[in-house]
């Protein structure tokens, strides 16, 4: 017999967040929707919008989350608005990463999170920050930084970043400087411990990491890459984290990222942004790219690639330059179809910079 | 303040106002003063000690209960470094000075206190604190009263007092509860039971002590080595948390000197609960609600810890957030990872009690830890059709290894995939699906492949040209009659025999329909934005009813020349099938069941009218 909406909210405080938990969301949702249980099924779904933000799930938060927005334009008074602006952070963040989104309708969706902001009077400093992003995916890089600091400076009130998170925001604006003294300035604090929070100090060992491989200190690279994987388990809400161990190690010791790159595969395929898709197939032509380079005569790999890896071969043997072709025709796609619609280049010239660099990195 | 003719200023403080932040901020209780007063002793005996390694310090407390029935007054005497004039002036006098302060001698980590706003949470609870002390290479005996406004006062007493310090403390109005003798004896048991000194607390003709012998093994990082009565240590720690256990595992972590014992919870426990830890700082409690000592996966253990360098947050309640103790976190859960693969390996009968209570913890540490995973993951149970079964057997029994991703995949798929005799493991419990995806990683030359219901519907087997043919008008009938369902009707044959009809549909058909009602209830922008994120899902999503060739119900109604009769069948059937296979009914299934119900009594009753039964 299926479960009652009550049992199934009392299964979800048992669980950890999980996949399990977001499908039990999923049905107790589909639940509380027939039974016109509108309170459990905003609360629901306010639940099922963080897990399905951090698991990768993104379009199914979108689609949750706009449900919530609906509902609280209906009735104002029914539902808290803090969450739902907290929550709307998340999702602007987000939403650039969907090429088939138009440039028309996301900035339009900025101006009608604007208008919530300024209407209730908080800071505009959340909304600058995801214009920065925004800015981003639509391949505006000066305006993108522009926001990042307007942001930085915004008035801080109860729907502002908490202080380890904005701290880490001025690591984050002179790594995109290219500031790297500054960098390593402004992490002072954090790496002290005495800024912390779920995303901090994991964000800034990942930028310092990239930052002193950058500066040719490898050593500090590692060191850094060690304290990152200290602080990061195996699960699809470190995705990025892992992504990026992966890019560096593909450099310093290749055999364990192509490892690394192969566990973390089945994340790889689940995320639904296709940003983040782009970036995982770029991570990964770029980790064969490099294994071909320290072992030129050897032409395939036994690699434990997921049955849906649309490459899937049985038995594990891959042909790797054929299957670093695959990774960067994926990634490529991806990044043209941002361009278009951006009317830009700079995905798709981003994406070559990071396979040039497997060509052009030297060792020692 | 202005230093005479510099033009620099000083900030002033408002005393009070701090005393309001640390009482309403800071500590979680105004109880925190027996604390900070028993932690002041401590630290002057240690002090006392480094310059006189023979002296064998004591803390007594008093409580003086007037018989007059006036307010309570806390006496603490300690036998230890004392102050001087010049120390009362520079350390109680000034906020956040510390007379623990490192000055190339001593050490400020050799203490347990750092902050020196201790003594400020006496003024929570009391409207003076009375200080009388004689510095050990002093000669006066000195009275410091300090009260909330920031003043205070200092004279030398005729009394020739021995070196140490008493501090008295009268209660405020409002505070006598903390006042009361069991909740002293409480907090000084909670924090200082295993402390190295002598400490007693005294009311009326009561005198007793609060430091009691602790196991010799306790906090000793060689307690591997220890030839322990296992029984012992066992009753010991029931007794200690009033919980119950099956076994116990010395830690010991470099970093941050952390050393003591975890003991395995006899009860399994959720995933979901991060488990509270005992963890001492020096001997001294520091909070018995220690959360991120020990990995998330190690929530089938209760632990007593104690560390020397980690360091204690402002309030003495919970241990900075610092890399220290990160890395100390990883050592400590290697030491429970490798005790957990040598029973695993050693003791079978205690592997499988462990595994037996405990499996979702061995899963959750086998999902983070590779080395765990290679050796642990054959022994490791799963649920599938065929019952619980281990990997190992699992690896030998099917290729491809199939599983359902969740819960309710594995309910509508179940049945009819035993029958079929397919091997197909629910995945839809925590950590099982992390740790299937894993498999093709570990041994590349496995298949594991995730089933839904539409794949298992694939599989089934397809009927003949000439059942295709018998066939054909049902199916066209059944495609009309469940089109308002968004439903296709296909036949095949499966077994059991006796299942007439198998519902499937694509997990992501739930979502279309959430993301389909959104959408309509929408403004323009929302539902354009919904329908352009939708779009890549709805290629080849589809729910469908697949009639089993096989049964003698179907086999009739292929036969079955009434049209409306037919019709009712192929509804009430995709009604059973959403039954079977656990999905919810929305309102226009529901009614569909209590129109067919209706319909077919009263064809039942006029068949029975008619005396047809």
């Known amino acids: ?364 | 303040m202005e230093k005479p003719n510099s033009g620099e200023f000083r900030f002033q403080v408002n005393l009070s106002g701090m005393i309001t932040l640390l009482s309403d901020h800071l500590y979680s209780s105004p109880r925190v003063f027996v604390r900070e007063l028993l932690q002041n002793g401590v630290d002057a005996i240690h002090a006392r000690e480094m310059i006189q390694s023979d002296h064998a310090g004591h803390v007594n407390f008093e409580l003086i209960q007037p018989e007059d029935g006036s307010v309570p007054t806390l006496m603490v005497e300690d036998d230890g470094i004392g102050l001087t004039r010049a120390d009362i002036h520079q350390f109680l006098a000034m906020i956040g000075q510390t007379s623990k302060q490192g000055d190339g001698v001593v050490q400020s980590d050799d203490f347990i206190g750092r902050f020196g706003i201790g003594l400020l949470s006496c003024f929570v609870v009391s409207e003076e604190i009375v200080l009388i002390t004689r510095a050990v290479n002093g000669t006066e005996t000195l009275e410091w009263r300090g009260k909330p406004d920031g003043t205070y006062t200092i004279r030398a007493l005729e009394m020739n007092l021995t070196p140490g310090t008493r501090v008295y403390l009268r209660a405020k109005e409002e505070c006598v509860e903390h006042f009361v003798p069991a909740a002293i004896e409480h907090s000084l048991r909670n924090y200082g039971e295993w402390l190295p000194y002598s400490i007693w607390f005294r009311t009326g003709e009561s005198n007793i002590a609060i430091h009691r012998e602790k196991p010799l093994w306790l906090f000793q990082p060689t307690m591997s080595d220890m030839s322990l009565n296992h029984t012992e240590v066992i009753r010991w720690a029931e007794d200690y948390f009033h919980d119950s256990f099956i076994d116990y595992i010395p830690l010991f972590s470099e970093t941050g000197h952390v050393s003591g014992a975890a003991f395995i919870l006899a009860s399994p426990v959720p995933a979901s609960i991060r488990q509270t830890h005992r963890v001492y700082l020096k001997k001294m409690l520091v909070s018995d609600r220690t959360e991120h000592i020990l990995p998330e996966w190690a929530f089938f253990v209760k632990c007593i810890l104690n560390t020397n360098e980690l360091q204690p947050t402002a309030s003495r309640e919970q241990f900075h957030d610092h890399p220290i103790l990160d890395t100390a976190r990883v050592e400590l859960g290697e030491k429970l990872k490798q005790y957990i693969l040598r029973v695993a390996n050693t003791e079978k009968q205690k592997w499988e009690q462990i595994v037996g209570i405990h499996h979702l913890a061995m899963k959750a540490l086998a999902v983070q830890d590779d080395e765990f995973f290679r050796v642990m993951i054959d022994q490791l149970p799963f649920y599938t059709t065929m019952g619980q079964k281990y990997m190992g057997d699992i690896r030998t029994e099917q290729d491809p290894i199939l599983y359902a991703a969740t819960d309710a995949e594995y309910r509508q798929m179940a049945t009819v995939a035993g029958a079929q005799g397919l091997l197909l493991i629910n995945a839809g419990y925590v950590y099982d699906r992390e740790l299937l995806e894993r498999m093709d990683w570990v041994y590349p030359s496995l298949t594991v492949e995730q089933m839904d219901p539409t794949e298992l519907s694939k599989r089934l087997k397809e009927i003949d040209s000439e059942a295709q043919d018998r066939a054909a008008s049902f199916i066209h009938h059944a495609n009309e009659v469940l089109e308002p369902y968004q439903v296709r009707a296909i036949m095949k044959k499966f077994s059991p025999a006796d299942v007439p009809v198998l519902y499937t549909t694509h997990r992501d058909v739930g979502f279309l329909r959430q993301a389909q009602m959104s959408a309509e209830s929408s403004n323009i922008l929302f539902a354009a934005l919904i329908e352009e994120l939708t779009a890549p899902f709805k290629e080849e999503r589809e729910s469908q009813v697949c009639f089993n060739y096989d049964n003698r119900l179907i086999q009739r109604l292929l036969d079955c020349t009434n049209e409306r009769i037919r019709e009712q069948s192929i509804q009430m059937l995709y009604v059973q099938a959403l039954l079977l296979g656990h999905h919810s009914l929305r309102a226009a299934e529901r009614r569909l069941m209590m129109d067919g119900f209706m319909t077919w009594m009263d064809w039942g009753m006029r068949i029975a009218d008619e005396g047809g039964m």
Request: with cysteine; proline share 3%; glycine share 4%.
């Open chain 1, 1 to 364: 017999m299926r479960k009652s909406l009550s049992e199934l909210m009392n299964e979800l405080d048992g669980l950890p967040d999980s996949y399990e938990k977001l499908n039990v969301l999923e049905m107790a949702i589909e639940l509380a929707d027939e039974e016109k249980q509108i309170d459990n099924a905003y609360y629901l779904r306010q639940e099922y919008v963080y897990l399905a933000h951090v698991f990768g799930y993104a379009q199914k938060a979108l689609v949750a989350f706009l449900w919530c927005l609906e509902q609280y334009d209906k009735q104002p008074e029914r539902f808290d608005e803090h969450e739902l602006l907290w929550q709307y952070k998340w999702m602007m963040g987000a939403l650039g990463g969907f090429p088939q989104l138009s440039r028309e309708k996301l900035m339009t969706l900025a101006s009608d999170m604007q208008r919530r902001f300024e209407r209730s009077g908080w800071s505009l400093g959340p909304v600058q920050d995801a214009m920065s992003a925004l800015m981003y995916f639509l391949g505006d890089w000066d305006a993108s930084l522009d926001y990042k600091e307007k942001s930085m400076v915004a008035e801080v009130d109860g729907l502002s970043d908490c202080p380890a998170c904005r701290q880490q925001l001025r690591v984050q604006f002179n790594y995109d400087k290219e500031d790297y003294e500054r960098v390593v300035k402004e992490s002072k604090m954090i790496l002290q411990g005495s800024l912390r929070c779920r995303t901090v100090p994991r964000r800034t060992y990942q930028v310092l990491m990239d930052v002193e491989f950058k500066r040719g200190n490898l050593e500090e690279a590692m060191s850094y890459l060690k304290r990152l994987q200290a602080c990061i388990p195996y699960d699809a809400q470190h995705y990025i984290a892992w992504l990026d161990s992966v890019t560096l190690l593909s450099f310093l010791d290749n055999m364990q990222a192509v490892s690394l790159y192969t566990k973390h595969f089945a994340m790889v395929l689940d995320q639904e942004q296709p940003f983040d898709q782009m970036q995982a197939f770029t991570v990964g032509a770029m980790v064969l790219r490099q294994w071909e380079k320290n072992n030129p005569d050897e032409k395939h790999l036994i690699l434990g690639f997921p049955a849906k890896f649309p490459r899937f071969t049985k038995g594990g043997l891959y042909d790797v330059v054929s299957l670093r072709l695959w990774f960067e025709t994926q990634a490529k796609s991806i990044a043209s179809q941002f361009d278009k619609r951006n009317a830009n280049s700079f995905f798709s010239g981003r994406v070559q910079r990071k396979l040039t660099l497997a060509d052009t990195w030297v060792s020692g």
